[in-house]
């Protein structure tokens, strides 16, 4: 994340400490769930954005002996924390909908519609804030948080007027519990693409197949095995391979690795580890290890 990201965090954060104070005291004056559920997913907005920026000022260190990939996934982490609290609080909402639903109390709709109203307008100035097109993970992680609580504010404000012209109670309550799916969906998603980076998964779109039969047509490479593909960090690729060619000098066989290199820049994948070899992997297969390579 550049500096350029950080100031945006820091623009947003204070957005959202407006933005909540408002939203917790009419909550509470009100009696409405729904604006008490909206601020609560301010709060974990807040808690995200601070959580991505100081992971975002611990990525800028350089690799050093402790973290020789380089901090990363600091930001990854910042991620995962983030996705899986937007999930816990929305089960607290769920919870409360749940009991509001068998009694649902008196609310106040002309206060609850004037604070939603502030909280939306907040929620926007936030999403103009940070944007939309993301290619750090952390970022995005936080970006998703105030999408939902955008969303959540315009389910708020529908409440609102529902209960103001209709006087239906249990619509707070049910709103609220769209606001929870609202932000389960997004937190299972920043999870998900949390995980696949720490379980060192594929990264999206690159097949280890396609990429191997690609860089087994290159000149003097006689076979490609224990082939690995990783993520590093959002969008930062890794890749390893033992490369058997004929016996011949260290010159020879660096050019072929530097246009193994090549390929493989083009696919987007800078960080590479080519063990250039002329014994046969046994099984002849894409994961075999140096224990299958027998005595040869």
């Given at each position: 994340m550049?500096?350029n990201?950080?100031?945006?965090?820091v623009l947003?954060?204070?957005v959202l400490?407006?933005t909540?104070?408002?939203?917790?005291?009419?909550g509470?004056?009100?009696?409405?769930l729904?604006?008490?559920?909206?601020?609560?997913?301010?709060?974990?907005?807040?808690?995200?954005l601070?959580?991505?920026?100081?992971?975002?000022?611990v990525?800028?260190?350089?690799?050093d002996?402790?973290?020789?990939y380089?901090y990363?996934?600091?930001g990854?982490?910042a991620?995962?924390?983030?996705?899986?609290?937007?999930?816990v609080i929305a089960?607290?909402?769920f919870v409360?909908?749940?009991?509001r639903?068998?009694s649902?109390?008196?609310?106040?709709s002309?206060?609850?519609?004037v604070?939603?109203?502030?909280?939306?307008?907040?929620n926007?100035?936030?999403v103009?804030?940070?944007g939309h097109?993301?290619e750090?993970l952390?970022l995005?992680s936080a970006w998703l948080?105030?999408?939902g609580d955008?969303?959540s504010s315009?389910?708020?404000?529908?409440a609102?007027?529902?209960?103001?012209f209709?006087?239906?109670?249990?619509?707070?309550?049910?709103v609220?519990?769209?606001?929870?799916?609202?932000?389960?969906i997004?937190?299972v998603?920043?999870?998900?693409?949390?995980l696949?980076i720490?379980?060192e998964l594929?990264?999206a779109g690159?097949?280890i197949?396609?990429?191997?039969?690609s860089?087994?047509?290159i000149?003097g490479v006689l076979?490609i095995h224990?082939v690995?593909?990783?993520?590093i960090?959002?969008?930062i690729a890794?890749?390893?391979a033992?490369?058997?060619?004929?016996d011949q000098k260290i010159?020879?066989?660096?050019a072929?690795?530097?246009?193994m290199?090549?390929?493989l820049?083009?696919l987007?994948i800078?960080?590479?580890?080519i063990?250039?070899?002329t014994v046969?992997?046994?099984?002849?297969?894409l994961?075999?290890s140096p224990?299958?390579?027998?005595?040869?």
């Open positions: 550049n500096d990201g950080q100031r945006r965090l947003s954060l204070i400490a407006v909540f104070a408002v939203e917790v005291l009419g509470i004056i009100s009696h409405s729904a604006l008490l559920s909206d601020a609560g997913h301010v709060l974990t907005d807040a808690l995200a601070l959580l991505s920026l100081a992971a975002a000022m990525m800028k260190k350089l690799p002996h402790r973290a020789t380089g990363q996934r600091i990854i982490l991620a995962l924390i983030n996705g899986v609290s937007l999930v089960m607290f909402i409360e909908g749940f009991t639903l068998k649902p109390p008196e609310i106040d002309n206060l609850m519609l604070i939603a109203t502030v909280g939306l307008i907040g926007l100035i936030m103009w804030i940070l097109r993301h750090d952390n995005r948080h105030v999408i955008t969303i315009v389910a708020v404000i529908t609102g007027l529902i209960i103001k209709t006087g239906w109670l249990i619509v707070d309550p049910i609220s519990g769209l606001v929870g799916l609202i932000i389960v997004g937190g998603r920043v999870v998900k693409d949390s696949w720490f379980l594929s990264p690159l097949r197949d396609e990429i191997r039969d860089l087994a047509k000149s076979n224990d690995h593909i990783w993520s960090g959002h969008g890794a890749f390893s033992h490369v058997q060619v004929l010159s020879e066989a660096d072929i690795r530097k246009e290199e090549h390929e820049r083009h987007g800078l960080h590479t580890v063990q250039m070899e046969q992997c046994d099984k002849n297969g994961y075999c224990q299958d390579l027998g005595s040869t």
